[in-house]
């Protein structure tokens, strides 16, 4: 029986032995079982002690049994992600598949740690026995859970490999495989607001229109007319009066939403799903989760991150794909090194209409300029604040950085005010509805504006 040839490496991880490790070596044990059975057996034929021949006659039988089972054949060995694209705490694993010989027993793997990885089980070892159903097919696969806790871009790996025969007197490795990489999309399903988007526009959405057109929303009941559907006729009203009478109904319409992240800072801690997040971990599940909201909706989501490490920027879309394209674009957001503070104009090419919600931690003023320019063009701006009330200084601070901050905050206070005196909401990220307020009295001082 010939071992069958290893499936080639899929795209995101994987790496085989080396020329020189996949060979089976003899190991300490083995040696030293082979000095005790000849010492022994040489010291009871010299001294004519038949008690010492028997007390090494076991061992005698175990090294011609591991001699006779030793593997003859070269074995290989390969890692595969389960997937390369994944969103943060979901649950995803790393397969190691081993081919196997006649003679191999045990098979073990172990995952090393990686930040923002958490390892199943925690210690991120796996053994397994090779039986005969594994001999036959060739190959075993044992499989580790390596689930991503924080987004971006992430190390899984590297993993070592072994093998041993019975006895443990002939093994293989342990061979390194390499590293693989994953993305990791920020999770959107956190917010869940009840209320619409202000001022729809375009034909396409669930947002009741002021004006009679296809939708999903009654109207009225009107006479027939020439290119109305079949579907539409209202057949209790035609029946009493004689002639055809269709239902009609209100647009739905839609609003471009445009999602700014400021980037520029990244403050607290962050311990991934479930555990303590920084500025920066809000503000990219925030943007995240409205995009995912209003593109559910309908509506035409645009987003732009503005940071002086990598600007980012997606053009306004709608669907699936598009929402998986803002949360891959989100998924390489990255802090600046050095925070230029300088102030650059926006340029979003948004027209009349336009929602625009702002995601920052405020601790820049840049972030505010932005909102006041963009209020003073005549769109519609929300600011959301993505600092958390639950931030902790870091503990190697010193007084005078304390008091620093502590000056910076009573400035940020001073800001926020200002600005929401100057008609820009700010609203704290607290996850699901924390815009439905803000978003409502949009919504009224919109259809007031039409009614006028």
């Known amino acids: 029986m010939t071992t069958p040839e290893l499936p080639r490496p899929a795209p995101g991880g994987l790496s085989g032995a080396g020329r020189d490790e996949d060979r089976w070596v003899v190991t300490h044990s083995h040696v030293r079982g082979v000095l005790v059975a000849v010492v022994g057996t040489v010291a009871a034929l010299v001294l004519q002690r038949p008690d010492l021949l028997v007390l090494v006659t076991p061992v005698a039988l175990v090294v011609v049994w591991s001699s006779v089972e030793r593997p003859r054949r070269r074995t290989r060995a390969w890692s595969r992600l389960g997937r390369t694209v994944a969103t943060e705490g979901d649950r995803h694993a790393v397969r190691v598949g081993v081919t196997t010989v006649p003679g191999?027993?045990?098979v073990s793997t172990?995952?090393?740690?990686?930040?923002?990885?958490?390892?199943?089980?925690?210690?991120?070892?796996?053994?397994?026995?090779?039986?005969?159903?594994?001999?036959?097919?060739?190959?075993?696969?044992?499989?580790?859970?390596?689930?991503?806790?924080?987004?971006?871009f992430h190390a899984v790996g590297p993993v070592l490999v072994g093998a041993v025969s019975p006895w443990g007197a002939f093994r293989w490795g342990p061979v390194p495989l390499a590293e693989a990489r994953i993305r990791v999309l920020p999770d959107p399903a956190a917010f869940d607001a009840t209320a619409p988007a202000p001022h729809p526009r375009g034909l396409?959405?669930?947002?009741?229109?002021?004006?009679?057109?296809?939708?999903?929303?009654f109207a009225s009941i009107r006479p027939f007319q020439w290119g109305d559907r079949l579907k539409r006729i209202h057949w209790a009203r035609s029946l009493r009066s004689g002639e055809l009478h269709v239902t009609s109904s209100y647009a739905d319409q839609d609003t471009h939403v445009a999602v700014l992240v400021d980037a520029h800072i990244d403050l607290g801690r962050s311990e991934g799903t479930g555990g303590a997040a920084s500025s920066l971990d809000r503000s990219v599940r925030a943007?995240?989760?409205m995009a995912e909201h209003f593109l559910h909706g309908g509506d035409r989501v645009s987003l732009q991150v503005f940071s002086g490490e990598m600007p980012l920027?997606?053009?306004?879309?709608?669907?699936?794909?598009?929402?998986?394209?803002?949360?891959?674009?989100?998924?390489?957001?990255?802090?600046?090194?050095?925070?230029d503070g300088g102030h650059?104009?926006?340029?979003?090419?948004?027209?009349?209409?336009?929602?625009?919600?702002?995601?920052?931690?405020?601790?820049?003023p840049?972030?505010?300029?932005?909102?006041?320019?963009?209020?003073?063009?005549?769109?519609?701006?929300?600011?959301?604040?993505?600092?958390?009330?639950d931030f902790e200084l870091p503990s190697d601070w010193e007084p005078l950085d304390?008091?620093?901050?502590?000056?910076?905050?009573?400035?940020?206070?001073?800001?926020?005010?200002?600005?929401?005196?100057?008609g820009v909401p700010v609203v704290a990220w607290k996850g699901p509805g924390s815009l439905d307020p803000v978003l409502r009295s949009l919504a009224r001082r919109g259809r007031s504006r039409v009614s006028l």
């Open 402 to 422: 304390v008091l620093a901050w502590r000056v910076r905050l009573l400035e940020r206070d001073r800001e926020v005010r200002r600005i929401q005196q100057a």
């Open 344 to 364: 650059r104009r926006l340029r979003l090419g948004l027209g009349d209409g336009a929602l625009v919600v702002m995601v920052s931690a405020l601790v820049s």
């Open 287 to 289: 943007a995240a989760a």
């Open 313 to 339: 920027r997606v053009p306004p879309g709608t669907g699936r794909r598009h929402s998986h394209r803002v949360r891959e674009v989100l998924s390489r957001v990255a802090p600046a090194h050095q925070h």
């Open 104 to 106: 191999a027993e045990l």
């Open 204 to 217: 396409v959405g669930r947002h009741r229109s002021t004006r009679p057109g296809e939708g999903s929303e």
């Open 110 to 152: 172990s995952l090393a740690p990686r930040p923002w990885i958490r390892r199943r089980p925690e210690h991120g070892a796996r053994v397994g026995l090779v039986d005969a159903e594994d001999v036959e097919r060739g190959e075993i696969r044992l499989v580790t859970g390596a689930d991503p806790l924080r987004w971006g």
């Open 366 to 389: 840049e972030a505010l300029t932005h909102a006041a320019a963009l209020v003073r063009s005549g769109l519609t701006v929300v600011v959301i604040d993505a600092l958390g009330e």
